[in-house]
């Protein structure tokens, strides 16, 4: 088992930064691919960004490229996500998931445990 907790999420105004992390604990978080995904009010689940165990290798889906960084640091089981330039279409629960493989993935069936979530809202 994997226990993922977020934290990082708040209100910030159009152009800002926040950064959210995703502490994992549990089982050897470091062999684990991790993702980003976030849910709007109304709106289905979508992939947001997602890094491979090694770090190595990172996708984001266009709307956050050039925008996001997903980073992660396995010495201390978390996983970050830097935003900056936050637009209000940001705004929306995000989800840190755990996939169980060295492969990072942009759909959210590939992940085995998921966090609670942190609320991000951007203000115009």
């Known amino acids: 088992q994997v226990q993922l907790v977020e934290s990082g999420g708040g209100l910030v105004r159009g152009g800002g930064s926040l950064r959210l992390s995703c502490v994992a604990s549990g089982r050897t978080f470091s062999t684990y691919a991790t993702g980003w995904f976030r849910q709007a009010l109304g709106k289905e689940r979508e992939f947001v960004a997602a890094?491979?165990?090694?770090?190595?290798?990172?996708y984001y889906a266009d709307s956050v490229k050039g925008r996001f960084t997903i980073s992660r640091d396995n010495a201390k089981n978390t996983v970050y996500l830097q935003m900056n330039s936050l637009k209000p279409e940001d705004t929306a629960v995000y989800y840190c998931?755990?996939?169980?493989?060295?492969?990072?993935?942009?759909?959210?069936?590939?992940?085995?445990?998921w966090g609670q979530g942190t609320q991000v809202t951007v203000s115009s």
């Open positions: 998931a755990a996939d169980n493989d060295d492969m990072a993935s942009p759909y959210g069936s590939s992940y085995d445990y």
């Open positions: 890094i491979s165990w090694s770090g190595r290798s990172t």
